[in-house]
């Protein structure tokens, strides 16, 4: 047990269940000084708010966070942050039929193996609503990442088959466009065909999976602690550690298991003065450390699990097989809302690194990029 | 810094550079009684060395394992357990060349950047053969699993494109076959293929990446710690954290982005009284908690970037463009010594994981399969 | 930073400030399925409580806990508890003079070097209210102590030089004496005469320090992890994390110093074929693992350091020297107050170890008694 | 279990029992760039290394360290620093008697008890010859510690009753004369008294305790990080981790028990412009924190527990009462020996936290003396 703490110097601990009283986090580490407001956090989870558009579920919830420590006339004080959002909307009648039988594709029967007892109601702790600290506290590494010059942003590069071909460059107009469609697919006309699949997937009570591609920018070269806590380690755990995240890839990923060491290896060059990879197969990480170069990861994202088609499951009470169709309020696609959630456990990863890179010289000074 | 331990209560720590004294390993948290002798460890290590075949690097070590603490008369003591093998067979000078040009591809450039010093002979402790006390320990790990009766399994599923298509179902056979020949495929005619595919690939200077899978049978429902410590969180960074890997997958893994949830969900189903899984797309987690089926895990092994090919990088002293050729005893694959390595990754998850499964239920008990 | 986090399986994080909105704590790693009500939490939060006596501050506070996540039907769920308690009854106007003159004996000073901000409100993060979070977690692993009949109990020895001389020798009895007055001693005698003296150093615009004993029956043989986290190495960092704590002894403690070995040494006997030590100079540990003996601790807890007498300070703002003399709510004497929360700190010690000891053996049995 | 790991950032795993093959530690965590020798650990080995006069044991031992890894060219490379020492002058043959007997005031029942196995010869892993890895690590601490002018010394201030009372102020002349005679005594005096009394005590087979004081000086303000690791907490657990040892105190100790707090609290003032504490009962910590002073703390160490008079024991092979005497090599007191190792532990734990602090805040500085 234990298992729900996150990072080693800026360290996240996450609370709560789907229909419980409240979720949260409590973040340790954060360094003293850093302006913050709860406007700032609450930007990003209103990103990841159900309730937004035909792509995500119909559930309201005003998920208003409370900053109630850690932060004194608009500074963190180095005290932890406590962050909490008030459960509202939450309707539990919906979940009796579910109470012993675990829906397939869900976390259910593993729950109920491990703890011999597990709040049903909404999927409980295993329900989505848990990121609501992931990314609470995501919010606050960004902040700090950004005083560092370093920007995070991440979009749906497929979804149910249909791939994203038009990807801008910037950070800023990639943002723009990724949030310009509730799909968050910065190809405009992929994306359209995406919400088109959607409907009609919606409509036969089935769902949909997906691509997400994360890239960090003005990352200093340095970060990662072989040879375990590595940086790209470190990033595929906390990515993983997403419900619905099945694969995890750095850089060229999958597809490097098909190049040849001459295609694969980025060559160094100097561009102005300083060094460059002429490409980024390795996905800004050598050795488990940065380069320098952007961070790219990409993560599959399985099909909601939550579908209206009736399903083989049993019965734990009986002993016997059962059917199940699952009705309610649930996102027919999660990658356009796990966006905002990856980049919060990219940005955990990236802030934690950051500060502890600190210790990495006697002399205190960390690398330039 | 201090980013050489892993486990939380399964624990390792790893030490070693290639041309240094010796590499080698400390097992912290074995718990105590476990029959224990050097041959249970070599007999993992001599799967990893090199200089077995074409198919790996001619280099020869001895690599013999010393238990230096924590047994007695043949069982362990609940004690830390210190293991080394003593580097013989290195030579530096091969290395001088390359010392202030980092190498594409590898880690040279990046320790350079974090710390201002490194030793660069042989790779230093970014060489592969840091991963002689993973295999080590995981031995000690595999011993402990097998008293459970949890057995592991890895192989080479793909290299260079030429995929295996014949895979055993028995973990015995599967082992035999895997051990027949120096690429480890189970399918022999792929094999022959990579076999043929690899001898002209080194001939080119050049190098092929590959496909990895493992599997663990007999896990018990249970094991996994939400939210963070999830078990594929666990087992994604173990195997994100081996210097060649680029992309993990879970049972289906970036399949699943294509599936639908109708298709991707496992129904459950009674099997003579007991719970079973219809498929294994879940690849035998749920929630982050294993479910009873077995464990199933993909990796991507990049090709090697050490090859005989020129490339271009640059001069750290003189801050000038320069190319380097890179001589020497190199795998011109790494996916076939990789697979000890990775099932020695899953084996120290598990064994973990099994152990912080002990606290998670008031009356001690865990649950049965 | 992040040192705001306790304990290796049964953890806890604690966040909140004396004048914030509130303080609480999460409990990671509680197991599943121990039954778990508000009520049990609140009584020992309200042994905590100020304003109870003239032996402690007026300060008015009602501290009901919240339990916002982690049970379900009146059980733990295995996932994280998270327990807040509001912030009702601050003043802080009467702290404005205090902002930029470091109160002598305080942690201002401190705070201010190392973070260069602080909430000065009441201590903000260094105030004794932060012992809410670790009294209602303790309350918990209490629970859980219980049903391993572990008991833990706790008394002032001495106070302002006044030494307690009657101590019952059973959990109960001693309980019910010490609940019997203010200051918390079991003799009833040497308590009156504490009362007086508090009284009349009250008056005098100064405090008292004093001494507390903690003892722990029931607790198996077996528990602690040598070499570091030896249990009394862990419960004398539990204590000494006290903010009034300036000692921490086992067993005979200082008094070890001035034996001989063949007194010290506690013998091995048998009683009833049972394994008995003849004396108990060890305080129940050797080696940093409990014996089966009872575990003894003492602790030395300083005088309350804010006292209304004029005291030599600087202004941070002027940089010129200062004197302050402190008003408001505070408790002459913190020994009394302190008994609750340093037994919480021992049981939240002791939890652990007895979840940590269930890997301590192949075949998961622990030791019996 | 894994207890064997100590310290954040700046870690240690120690390694190794009394009879086997050899002790060791591995450093991970120590920054790169540190100019490090051989002979820097070797200086401390021999300081705690026994045979060197009357006041220690007669065992020979070379105790050469060797530098496994983690250094190149003569500098830390922020790389595992892998430590080892063989074991050669063991005699087993002695313990045969000792097997099933455990000794009273040892750990030999409490190892049994929890691990149902132990290595008994020499003490097995509780033996006091586990501190030689701690002492090999705490001298690549201090010399982190002596860049940043940190400078510790330690000092027998008790023994059997005999009391220190004339101590030089400056460090330099304090660590002069403490190497001046075998009980490690600054007055000496006290010395010769002491040496007497130890003569004569072991002539009866018996032994002797005595208390231990250790400061550091130059110790900027900052360190620690509260709540739970706090530099007081931290330091208490890092000694109270010693076998021998049965109490810590910081400051003004257990006297602070009998204080006012007029007397106690330390009032700050200005020396040339710079804020010193007119008197130092914190010993250098408040709150948790550093604040310039001298950190100062002292451990009880109790008599040897090995002696050579008969004691009461049981025979846990026939279950029945037995007699043991002791006879071997042993300290007639502890006191003496342990000087460098405490030394050692405050080094680590002042090592540890002054890399931790590079945290503290968003900019990245620290606080200034």
């Known amino acids: ?214 890239s960090a920018t003005g990352v200093p070269a340095g970060l990662g602690e072989p040879v375990f806590d590595k940086l790209d380690a470190d990033l595929a755990k906390a990515l993983m550690s997403l419900g619905a995240v099945k694969a995890v890839e750095i850089g060229a990923g999958f597809e490097s298991a098909r190049l040849r060491g001459s295609s694969m290896n980025d060559p160094l060059v100097l561009e102005g003065g300083k060094v460059k990879f002429e490409s980024n197969n390795a996905g800004g990480i050598l050795g488990g450390i940065s380069t320098g170069a952007a961070i790219v990861c990409r993560i599959a994202v399985k099909p909601t699990p939550s579908i209206a088609k009736p399903q083989k499951t049993l019965d734990l009470k009986s002993g016997e097989a059962a059917e199940i169709e699952i009705r309610g309020r649930h996102d027919p696609a999660i990658p356009p809302r796990i966006v905002p959630v990856a980049e919060a456990m990219m940005a955990l990863v990236l802030a934690d690194h950051l500060l502890r890179n600190r210790a990495a010289r006697v002399d205190g000074k960390i690398s330039c990029r």
């Open 1 to 214: 047990m234990s298992g729900n703490t996150f990072g080693a110097l800026f360290r996240i601990t996450t609370w709560g269940e789907s229909h419980g009283r409240a979720v949260g986090v409590v973040v340790d580490g954060c360094p003293a000084g850093l302006a913050l407001a709860a406007e700032d956090i609450q930007k990003d989870l209103d990103r990841r708010r159900p309730g937004q558009s035909k792509a995500s579920t119909q559930r309201k919830e005003e998920d208003r966070v409370e900053i109630l420590s850690g932060v004194f006339e608009g500074r963190t004080t180095g005290t932890p942050i406590s962050l909490a959002v008030w459960n509202r909307d939450a309707n539990s009648s919906a979940y009796d039929a579910l109470r012993d039988r675990p829906r397939p594709g869900h976390a259910d029967y593993a729950y109920q193996m491990k703890y011999a007892i597990r709040d049903h109601r909404g999927g409980g702790r295993a329900s989505a609503r848990e990121t609501v600290g992931r990314v609470a506290a995501g919010a606050i590494a960004r902040k700090l990442l950004a005083q560092e010059g370093i920007d995070i942003a991440g979009y749906v590069a497929e979804l149910g088959g249909i791939a994203a071909e038009v990807i801008p460059s910037g950070m800023d107009e990639l943002r723009e466009r990724v949030e310009s469609n509730p799909v968050r697919c910065p190809d405009i006309v992929a994306a359209q065909k995406m919400l088109e699949l959607l409907d009609q997937v919606r409509s036969e009570g089935d769902s949909l999976g997906g691509l997400v591609v994360l």
